[in-house]
């Protein structure tokens, strides 16, 4: 527990010396998609019967929470595998690969929460009026540990920076606007529709909607916001025991 600690610890210290350009940084994205789509369209557009706004925040919530815990995780071990050769270090260190593995996954969710909760700040401060419960939190911190698992496999298996930016352009930033972050998935062609409700981060968009509204479906977007995290954490796992 205390190797746990001590790798959350250094991350807390990375991210407190650039507290204030790590915080401006995570919220110009967001207030960016809130001008554009929530703002400046709300107003005109209605969605299942209530405002625009009210649709695209807990959408603008899942996609920044995918993007940062998923880029802080990969690009912090593809730089210390690549460039710092510092990963080689941990490797022969007396550290235990799952217990690693889930500190800095950790890490990389939390930061990833942090910016949910600014978002989420902004939105009571500007009397958005949307209700954020403990579900709503709960699948937000999913999301995060989903993401964050995903970029440690990615930065253990891609072999270059230049492979990360390419892996965000061609998986990481289409889920970002097909995944019902933006529109409902009802206005998506059949077949695409059922392909893009398996992924992620439409789990979450539908879950932070409370769409559906039954207890089934309750249960089963963090039941399967869980399954992808066990498999990308695994994964992540599995590369690193074989790059020993």
């Given at each position: 527990?205390?190797?746990?600690?001590?790798?959350?610890?250094?991350?807390?210290?990375?991210?407190?010396?650039?507290?204030?350009?790590?915080?401006?940084?995570?919220?110009?994205?967001?207030?960016?998609?809130?001008?554009?789509?929530?703002?400046?369209?709300?107003?005109?557009?209605?969605?299942?019967?209530?405002?625009?706004?009210?649709?695209?925040?807990?959408?603008?919530?899942?996609?920044?929470?995918?993007?940062?815990?998923?880029?802080?995780?990969?690009?912090?071990?593809?730089?210390?595998?690549i460039y710092s050769k510092s990963?080689?270090?941990?490797?022969?260190?007396?550290?235990?690969?799952?217990?690693?593995?889930?500190?800095?996954?950790?890490?990389?969710?939390?930061?990833?929460?942090?910016?949910?909760?600014?978002?989420?700040?902004?939105?009571?401060?500007?009397?958005?009026?949307?209700?954020?419960?403990?579900?709503?939190?709960?699948?937000?911190?999913?999301?995060?540990?989903?993401?964050?698992?995903?970029?440690?496999?990615?930065?253990?298996?891609?072999?270059?920076?230049?492979?990360?930016?390419?892996?965000?352009?061609?998986?990481?930033?289409?889920?970002?606007?097909?995944c019902g972050t933006f529109?409902?998935?009802?206005?998506?062609?059949?077949?695409?529709?059922?392909?893009?409700?398996?992924?992620?981060?439409?789990?979450?968009?539908?879950?932070?909607?409370?769409?559906?509204?039954?207890?089934?479906?309750?249960?089963?977007?963090?039941?399967?916001?869980?399954?992808?995290?066990?498999?990308?954490?695994?994964?992540?796992?599995?590369?690193?025991?074989?790059?020993?």
């Amino acid at each position: 527990m205390e190797q746990f600690k001590a790798v959350l610890w250094q991350d807390y210290i990375f991210f407190k010396r650039k507290f204030w350009s790590n915080t401006v940084g995570t919220l110009i994205g967001p207030l960016l998609y809130l001008l554009v789509f929530g703002w400046g369209l709300g107003s005109e557009i209605q969605v299942g019967g209530s405002s625009y706004v009210h649709f695209v925040i807990p959408g603008i919530i899942a996609l920044t929470t995918m993007g940062l815990s998923f880029g802080n995780v990969a690009n912090d071990i593809n730089i210390a595998r690549i460039y710092s050769k510092s990963f080689e270090e941990l490797m022969v260190a007396p550290l235990p690969i799952p217990l690693y593995a889930a500190a800095k996954v950790t890490a990389g969710a939390l930061r990833g929460f942090y910016a949910a909760l600014m978002i989420i700040a902004l939105s009571l401060i500007l009397r958005v009026g949307l209700g954020f419960d403990a579900y709503f939190i709960l699948v937000t911190l999913l999301n995060c540990y989903v993401f964050a698992a995903l970029g440690f496999a990615v930065g253990l298996i891609i072999e270059s920076h230049r492979d990360i930016a390419k892996f965000s352009n061609f998986i990481i930033t289409p889920m970002s606007f097909l995944c019902g972050t933006f529109f409902p998935l009802d206005k998506m062609p059949w077949g695409i529709k059922e392909f893009i409700w398996l992924l992620p981060l439409t789990q979450t968009s539908l879950a932070l909607r409370g769409e559906g509204g039954d207890i089934f479906r309750m249960f089963l977007h963090p039941a399967i916001l869980l399954g992808y995290f066990a498999l990308f954490f695994v994964i992540g796992i599995k590369v690193w025991a074989k790059a020993e």
